[in-house]
């Protein structure tokens, strides 16, 4: 969290209305439902210089990791029927996880606190953010202490997300939740067209950027220190891009060769597509429903030198889309709550609902009954998500077995990831948050049963 810390230096912008610019982005999560990412860039558009961004960007997302802890602070701060405007009680907690996750002194903090109100232009609401944060300082250890007897509170997790996940991994999920609660680490992937990972370490080494090579995906770097894209040495020419370590298990599991036709579902922005297309030479075809994260696939291939067919369509309908030629191996990255990325993505915490779960399991098999047809006799089908509940995974996957005969369970080689790091489930494997340094993700291979084989034979 050291990066999350540092967040009320001087810039261009006076650290009161960096305050307020976190307070609106936090207000646009929270309050309106957007994304912390949009939020965020809808912020940036706005702010003078790439300092204040970082200022903003530092704050926003502490106060969102928190929010769960610093929301229970706030009822119990605020009198009883108050109701600050969002965009204040934003402020508010901006001004808590200052006063609680950083080192600045606390009466610089509540002052410029008081003055972020009036460049929100509520300064009607200076008094409240200094009384508030006042009373906060003096009753710390109580509120505190108070706190932490309230899972949600504790944990920073929404209850019924505390449940699911304590459900469904009874000896882990204490693991998983302090896991969520941390600063990423910075993991890139090398691009083997254009150098090893140990040529790319060196290059990194000469630019005085400290790394290390992953132990569980063989093109993968692990940052010391998380640094600016822009200071990455060759990720503009395409030698290296950002992905985390356990994304890029996917294109080992696939086991992609020369020459075949690959369905990438779910693609944007391309992670996944470009590393398999630096695997091997492909006819890839690229599906997503989302035209504008298509957008940032189509930049990656750019920056990368990559081809691709890249289509805007929802994958599951494939009467507007597929040509009719079958594809030898699929990759299905499906939409999810992503549990197992909450440390990238904290907004989960306040947008995900528990309500979430059948609709992401239904879409899921939606997508699995509609693609499976498209797949040639003897191909892979590889299941991903960036879940730990094992609804949206192993029981998604127990379901589609069960309902088709010709559909085969791949078991993932031992070699795949130590024990240390892989949880075995029913079918597939889950790598929880956090272990090895990589997010939360779930693998399952599917392959089809060529024609004439039986349950008994089935490479007959």
Known sequence: MAHERATAKLTRLSTAALLAAAARTVTAVSASGQSLDDALARTAATLGNASDVAVVQALAYGTVRWYPRIDYWLTQLLAQGAKPKPALRALLAVGLHQLAFSSHPPHAVVDQAVDGARELGEPRGAGLVNAVLRRFLRERQRLTAAADESAPARFAHPAWLIEQIRGDWPDQWTQILDANNQAPPMWLRV????ASGAQYLEILKRASIGAQPGNHSADSVLLEVPVPVAALPGFESGVASVQDAGAQLAADLLAVSDGMRVLDACAAPGGKTCQLLERADLDLVAVDRSAERLEQLRDNLARLRLTATVIASDAADTALWWDGRRFERILLDAPCT??????????????????DIEAMRHEQLRLLRALWPLLSDGGRLLYVTCSVLRAENEQVITSFLAEEPAAISVPIPEGFAPHDVRMHCETGVQILPGAAGMDGFYYACVEKRRSGASAGNPSA
Do not use: Y
């Open 191 to 194: 691009n083997r067209r254009q």
């Open 338 to 355: 992503a549990s197992g990325v909450i440390r990238r993505h904290p907004d989960v915490k306040l947008l995900r609902r528990a309500t």
